[in-house]
């Protein structure tokens, strides 16, 4: 928990606020995936105040969408609300019903629980709740419409999806939570899972890791694009040289915890890392990295224990074998000069 707080702490910026809601409210429901969807889809209309109505189109959209997928977007019992959206998919109701039941029911437990992150609000608004008694509204802030004007405004759809992607993945496997076995798949660079024999992927690799990275290089800080185009898209690095595997075939150097996403220049670039082992101060940012997502709940907390080990000493010792083990073996170290400010 203390982690969160640092987090926020070091970097109280605009965008830290959005993603913390993103990546640490609380996983009961993802009516807050599709309220930050909607959010982020009209903000760009520039209108300020909005009736339920007027959220319901949206909301209820990205709500049925991910039902016809994952029937399951709540942890425990049943919800009414659900209920219908799956009615409209199955061509029960008609959209004009759907409308009106989610005015009616849909915003019942998001509105107020939006903002709260770690059991409490935070300090940054990017609505206020105007419920009058004939109209229920919120009213946008100047922050969502902050966040509209920055350079990564469209990674933070991207990043509600993935993340989206990865709580109602374990939800569906019905959170045995200690069997979800996230893994990576470097052709078509995603996340998936086993289950019952079958693939499934999650989703994109380099969306699901950019949440904590904020659109910067893992080495060096400077600017990274998760999408975008072949020859400037940031590259997923494997932080231990994917060439370790054969000789250290008791690791998994494609699970996550060994996953970053690095600019090209720093992966591959003149004076890159190509094959060399990180600088002992990178290994520190990684451990510090995959604490982060363990101690956030993050639904790749069981994937990175089970590859790192169960108690942080453990994965402590894992990391220092692993570095060991991989400069025996590669011999040389490789570090960077920062080109943006330290952000994680
Ligand atoms: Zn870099």
């Given at each position: 928990m203390a982690e969160i707080e640092i987090f926020q702490e070091e970097f109280p910026s605009l965008?830290?606020?959005?993603?913390?809601?993103?990546?640490?409210?609380?996983?009961?429901?993802?009516?807050?995936?599709?309220?930050?969807?909607?959010?982020?889809?009209?903000?760009?209309?520039?209108?300020?105040?909005?009736?339920?109505?007027?959220?319901?189109?949206?909301?209820?959209?990205?709500?049925?969408?991910?039902?016809?997928?994952?029937?399951?977007?709540?942890?425990?019992?049943?919800?009414?609300?659900?209920?219908?959206?799956?009615?409209?998919?199955?061509?029960e109701i008609s959209k004009d019903r759907l409308l009106a039941a989610t005015s009616q029911m849909g915003f019942n437990n998001v509105i107020d629980a939006f903002h709260v992150v770690n059991k409490k609000d935070i300090p940054m608004r990017f609505y206020q709740k105007d419920y009058g008694r004939r109209n229920k509204k919120i009213v946008l802030t100047d922050n969502i419409f902050k966040l509209q004007t920055m350079k990564y405004f469209d990674d933070f759809t991207n990043?509600?999806?993935?993340?989206?992607?990865?709580?109602?993945?374990?939800?569906?496997?019905?959170?045995?939570?200690?069997?979800?076995?996230?893994q990576y798949n470097e052709k078509d660079k995603i996340l998936f899972v086993n289950d019952d024999f079958r693939r499934k992927t999650i989703t994109s690799a380099r969306d699901a890791l950019n949440g904590y990275q904020k659109g910067k290089c893992f080495y060096c800080f400077d600017d990274i694009t998760v999408n975008g185009s072949e020859n400037l898209i940031c590259d997923i690095d494997h932080f231990f040289p994917h060439t370790l595997q054969p000789m250290m075939k008791y690791i998994n150097i494609d699970g996550v915890w060994n996953l970053v996403l690095s600019c090209q220049n720093c992966n591959r670039g003149g004076g890159g890392k190509f094959a060399r082992v990180?600088?002992?101060?990178?290994?520190?940012?990684?451990?510090?990295?995959?604490?982060?997502?363990?101690?956030?709940?993050?639904?790749?907390?069981?994937?990175?224990?089970?590859?790192?080990?169960?108690?942080?000493?453990?994965?402590?010792?894992?990391?220092?074998?692993?570095?060991?083990?991989?400069?025996?073996l590669l011999i040389h170290r490789w570090g960077t000069v920062n080109k943006g400010m330290e952000v994680f």
């Open positions: 965008e830290s606020y959005w993603r913390s809601i993103i990546l640490f409210g609380q996983n009961v429901a993802s009516y807050k995936f599709a309220l930050a969807k909607s959010l982020l889809e009209i903000a760009p209309l520039g209108k300020n105040a909005l009736t339920l109505e007027d959220l319901s189109e949206p909301f209820s959209r990205h709500l049925c969408e991910h039902i016809k997928n994952f029937p399951k977007q709540v942890t425990s019992g049943s919800s009414k609300f659900l209920d219908t959206c799956k009615a409209f998919n199955d061509g990043e509600t999806e993935s993340r989206w992607n990865l709580v109602e993945t374990a939800w569906e496997l019905g959170i045995s939570r200690n069997l979800l076995d996230v990180p600088a002992v101060k990178y290994l520190t940012r990684l451990h510090k990295r995959n604490e982060f997502l363990i101690k956030s709940h993050h639904p790749l907390r069981e994937t990175i224990m089970a590859q790192t080990g169960a108690s942080q000493s453990e994965r402590i010792a894992f990391l220092r074998a692993t570095d060991k083990n991989a400069v025996g």
